[in-house]
T-cell receptor, first 115, second 114 residues
Framework: DQQVKQNSPSLSVQEGRISILNCDYT??????FLWYKKYPAEGPTFLIS?????DKNEDGRFTVFLNKSAKHLSLHIVPSQPGDSAVYFC??????????????FGKGTKLSVKP | NAGVMQNPRHLVRRRGQEARLRCSPV?????VYWYRQLPEEGLKFMVY????????ESGMPKERFSAEFPKEGPSILRIQQVVRGDSAAYFC????????????FGNGTRLTVT
């Protein structure tokens, strides 16, 4: 049973436009969410995170939105660049009741940004 | 490069052999995590260690798998008597604190069991 779902396996966007990657979760105890980017043959690279006490966090071109009532978060990349082409993973932390390092990952969304 | 270092990058083992995967965390990080990624899947948590202690091994198979993070030296993930189903990418990550801190991942070890 997947607790973190990324329902779009792939997304294609034109350079300069907005990329929106979505993630849904089922466990209301999750309290810390992260986005990672992964290139082939490399490890995931941390992008941005958000705590459940916030609904938005911004870092440069990357913004993460959290909707706790809908158990949904999204990553916005504006403007998208060809170098953003990678697989993006959403991850959730199970909260203080469990190990904070026990992140639950989605299966990823492959983003392609076309020049 | 002061990031998480994993070696080897690629490891080929025949069924029944042992695999040893090594991980040196970011300097100053005392929390180490091991994850496994099967093809077309997300990363799955295996074990969380803090210097000399296993904190959470809930994601690690009970048999054949073990992990350690000694006082000196890298963390080791050990897989005994490997089977084909162990073929995967194994990622190590580290953090400077256990709560609400992003994990920094290494580039992984790709294990192939023939």
């Amino acid at each position: 049973d997947q607790q973190v779902k990324q329902n779009s396996p792939s997304l294609s966007v034109q350079e300069g436009r907005i990329s929106i990657l979505n993630c849904d979760y089922t466990n209301s105890m999750f309290d810390y969410f992260l986005w990672y980017k992964k290139y082939p043959a490399e490890g995931p690279t941390f992008l941005i995170s958000i705590s459940s006490i916030k609904d938005k966090n911004e870092d440069g071109r990357f913004t993460v939105f959290l909707n706790k009532s809908a158990k949904h978060l999204s990553l916005h990349i504006v403007p998208s660049q060809p170098g953003d082409s990678a697989v993006y993973f959403c991850a959730a932390s199970p909260g203080y009741g469990g190990s904070q390092g026990n992140l639950i990952f989605g299966k990823g969304t492959k983003l392609s940004v076309k020049p | 490069n002061a990031g998480v270092m994993q070696n080897p990058r690629h490891l080929v083992r025949r069924r029944g052999q042992e695999a040893r995967l090594r991980c040196s965390p970011v300097k100053g990080h005392s929390h180490v995590y091991w994850y496994r990624q099967l093809p077309e899947e997300g990363l799955k948590f295996m074990v969380y260690l803090q210097k000399e202690n296993i904190i959470d091994e809930s994601g690690m198979p009970k048999e054949r798998f073990s992990a350690e993070f000694p006082k000196e030296g890298p963390s080791i993930l050990r897989i005994q008597q490997v089977v084909r189903g162990d073929s995967a990418a194994y990622f190590c990550a580290s953090s400077d604190r256990p709560i609400n801190s992003p994990l920094h991942f290494g580039n992984g070890t790709r294990l192939t069991v023939t």
